[in-house]
């Protein structure tokens, strides 16, 4: 879904974003110059009420793993916001960009979970396997450590 669109103007990129409930109608984006492979290729600038530029946001380059088109991808964030925007550009710095929104994938939407009966996964698995290591409580909840000759206080000394 567009969302926005970013084109140049006077040498500077920008644009605007709105959806329902957002509306950021003066946007720029700001080259990151740097060596290091990890930043991000574009910082996202709003203008605030004060009409200071600050940054809610940056850019990434990345690839699509269908078509192999170049994109540029990333998040609109801000304190004011209830969560972050993910983002994803379309286009060239000579042409202009669409803003298109993505919901991103819940880690459930990748496969369903599947097991091998009815039961579940607490029932299947031994009592003392994985995770935090032997139980210190028999069945009864009773203390049977190292030191079960040792009565356990409930007090805690201060």
Known sequence: MNIGEFNLK???LLGWIATHTIDLPRLGLRSVESENDQ????????QNVSNRWVQIG??????????????LQGNIDDPSMPEPLPIALF???????NVAWRRPKRRDDFAPVTRSN???YRDERPR???????????DGGEYVGPDATQKLDDEIPF
């Open 39 to 46: 930043a991000p290729v574009y910082e996202i600038l709003a």
């Open 10 to 12: 006077n040498g500077r």
């Open 128 to 138: 003392n396997a994985g995770g935090m290591g032997e139980s210190t409580a028999d």
């Open 58 to 71: 940056a850019l990434w380059e990345a690839t699509s793993n269908k078509t192999g088109e170049i994109f």
């Open 118 to 120: 009815g039961d579940s």
């Open 91 to 97: 286009g060239t710095r000579e042409e202009g960009f």
